[in-house]
Antibody, heavy 122, light 108 residues
Framework: QAQLVQSGAEVKKPGASVRVSCKAS????????ITWVRQAPGQGLEWMGW????????HYAQRLQGRVTMTTDTSTNTAYLDVRTLTPDDTAVYYC???????????????WGQGTLVIVSS | ETTLTQFPGTLSVSPGERATLSCRAS???????LAWYQQKPGQAPRLLVY???RRAPGIPGRFSGSGSGTDFTLTISRLEPEDFAVYYC?????????FGPGTKVDFK
């Protein structure tokens, strides 16, 4: 059974950076893309981007481009999301989710991490 | 960027009734790469349907998806108490991938 376990909650000051990790188990990490999605309090889902552990290909939401980096470590089956220059608008629950296959066109998320709350406040 | 519009915003129904949720894309999804998710408070979303009409493993048969091009529908044939939640559609046909704003299904 596939499982994604995310790192714990973070509290950051504006201007800081945060790293969220997502450790995968129970499946071949290389064969399925990882998508990052966030949800601000009381709001809907926002697609942040996607990465292929197989070849490192990434696609980012344009509004976040330049502030976000997604990486994977295939030796530990872990995906990472780095967000820089945080503002209070980045306060949200951040989710990683596994796609149905390797390609971006298979990235409907069938397994989800438990979510990581990131609070940005002075 | 493909914008998804969901309607209604809120659907008030009674247990046992049928619920029909709609999702419209601003441009045609060439490969029906449209998914539906259910989200309950404090929980991660759960995949219900992918490829517009394929039920995800473990999803009850009362959930069905249909549609193609720009118009898609999620139907819950007979609502169970545990189905009251927010439902999101997502297109994964072209980058950037996008979600609809959601439809809340609540008790009439």
């Amino acid at each position: 059974q596939a499982q994604l376990v995310q790192s714990g909650a973070e509290v950051k000051k504006p201007g800081a950076s945060v790293r969220v990790s997502c450790k995968a188990s129970g499946y071949n990490f290389n064969n399925f893309g990882i998508t990052w999605v966030r949800q601000a309090p009381g709001q809907g889902l926002e697609w942040m981007g996607w990465i292929s552990p197989y070849n490192g290909e990434t696609h980012y939401a344009q509004r976040l481009q330049g502030r976000v980096t997604m990486t994977t470590d295939t030796s530990t089956n872990t995906a990472y999301l780095d967000v820089r220059t945080l503002t209070p608008d980045d306060t949200a629950v951040y989710y990683c989710t596994r796609g149905l296959g390797r390609r971006l066109g298979t990235s409907a998320g069938d397994y989800w991490g438990q979510g990581t709350l990131v609070i940005v406040s002075s | 960027e493909t914008t998804l519009t969901q309607f209604p915003g809120t659907l008030s129904v009674s247990p046992g009734e049928r619920a029909t949720l709609s999702c419209r894309a601003s441009q045609s999804l060439s490969s029906s790469y449209l998914a539906w998710y259910q989200q309950k408070p404090g929980q991660a979303p759960r995949l219900l349907v992918y490829g517009a009409s394929r039920r995800a493993p473990g999803i009850p048969g009362r959930f069905s998806g249909s549609g193609s091009g720009t118009d898609f529908t999620l139907t819950i044939s007979r609502l169970e108490p545990e189905d009251f939640a927010v439902y999101y559609c997502q297109q994964y046909d072209n980058s950037p991938l996008t979600f609809g704003p959601g439809t809340k299904v609540d008790f009439k």
